[in-house]
């Protein structure tokens, strides 16, 4: 069957494309390939073997065949050329930063990036590369009109942001940073691409962390970088190989396992999503919810325009202290305290407690915030157990 053909819905992407089955053996779920290299008829096919062909391979550091049909998947899943699938969302996050920016250069980030990559752009770039950074809000795009200038080559975003949620307007930010030709880099872990494409809204890379819900299990880590550029995509792929930030086979076909389900797993994630923030939106002693899906957040508009759906993550903080808000999470039974989010378990935990009241509200939040991600145990289930633990206060 033609590729193409399979193109013509993500469910279709996600349960056959890039799967050729001829070539082992018309096997429903293909093989995981362990091999850690690749043998030639002479030593001149070696030689001019090509690691950028799909179907060239030569060692387990440069490509694998399982972690290609997951790359194939996700490429088309983020109507990208090519997607590149690292050991874990930090080779991933890292390897973007070192594809795109030289030394000297500037980075504008939003405040509320993923932590260590946050971390790494703020202390190691500038140590190693004497790059300097640019710290934003991120929900004006006049923001990052002040902030990018002649000297920006990444602009970093995570729309929504995964304990604020604020969004940024992924279009006019593009359109800012390309008129000086920087590169914008998108966490697009908490949409995934059943709700959100921003190479389509004009972002260079996307990244995801395969241990939300792409691997939807909680039983892998890796992470993705999806890239529009052909060109670009051969520099992100020679830096994987210098690198090697490649996943390995086994996580590949996991992963693999968990993007088959992901068309109906999030949706799932997102309706019991939106009735437990409807809950505590109305609840006396909540204070705010931070959910775009509801109507009330502030940049509801902004999220009907880039976003086609919310999935499980959401925060709130209550009317009370942090001492408050961490017996709440410690009260809770169905919900376990965790970091992590997008697999079928619901979470529970606290990402400012321990910041100062300065820190968090510079990143837009409160020592109270409680996060929550809402799994698959039943939204009435869920719903009773905070019930239960608000009412401890």
């Known amino acids: ?27 429903i779920v293909p093989p995981i390939y362990m091999n850690s290299l690749n043998i030639f008829p002479n030593i001149d096919a070696y030689f001019d073997a090509d690691k950028f062909d799909k179907h060239t391979y030569i060692y387990g550091r440069v490509q694998n065949p399982t972690v290609r049909i997951l790359e194939d998947k996700l490429a088309a ?6 997607s590149y699938v690292f050991s874990s969302g930090m080779a991933a ?22 932590g260590p990559l946050a971390n790494y752009v703020s202390e190691h770039c500038p140590a190693a590369m004497g790059t300097t950074i640019t710290w934003v809000e ?13 000297n920006t080559q990444l602009v970093i975003l995570e729309s929504p942001a995964s304990v604020t949620f604020f969004l940024q307007d992924i279009a006019a930010v593009a359109e800012l940073a390309h008129a000086v030709g920087a590169k914008v880099y998108i966490d697009n872990t908490f949409c995934t691409p059943v709700y959100q494409n921003p190479l389509d809204l004009g ?24 890239v529009k550029d052909p060109d670009f995509a051969k520099v992100v792929a020679d830096k994987r190989e210098l690198l090697g930030g490649i996943i390995g086979p086994m996580e590949a076909w996991l992963t693999l396992r968990g993007v088959r389900t992901l068309s109906v797993r999030v949706p799932a994630h997102g309706a019991a999503a ?29 999220y009907k325009k880039q976003m086609r759906g919310c999935t499980g993550l959401l925060s709130f903080e209550i009317e009370g202290t942090k001492e408050q808000a961490k017996q709440i999470v410690n009260s809770l039974k169905v919900f376990k305290i965790g970091v992590s989010w997008g697999g079928f378990e619901s979470l529970a935990c606290m990402p400012m407690l321990r910041l100062s009241d300065e820190k968090a509200q510079w990143m837009g939040g409160d020592q109270n915030t409680i996060r929550l991600h809402i799994g698959l145990e039943g939204v009435d289930a869920l719903i009773a157990d905070l019930d239960d633990a608000l009412a401890n206060i």
Request: net charge negative; aromatic share 10%.
């Open 203 to 226: 972002a260079d890379i996307v990244m995801h962390t395969i241990s939300k819900y792409l691997g939807g299990h909680s039983d892998v880590i890796g992470g993705v970088l999806v």
């Open 77 to 82: 899943l983020e109507h990208g050329c090519a």
């Open 274 to 302: 939106l009735k437990v923030a409807q809950y505590l939106e109305n609840h006396p002693k909540v204070r705010k919810v931070n959910y775009p899906g509801l109507e009330s957040f502030p940049q509801h508009e902004l």
């Open 1 to 27: 069957m033609d590729q193409e053909f399979y193109k013509s819905s993500p469910e279709m992407i996600t349960a056959h494309y890039g799967e050729e089955y001829e070539r082992y053996y018309n096997a």
């Open 138 to 150: 991120g929900n004006s795009v006049e923001e990052f009109k002040e902030a990018i200038t002649e």
């Open 93 to 114: 996050a890292t390897t973007a930063v070192q594809a795109t920016v030289k030394a000297g250069g500037n980075i504008v980030c939003i405040r509320n990036a993923y």
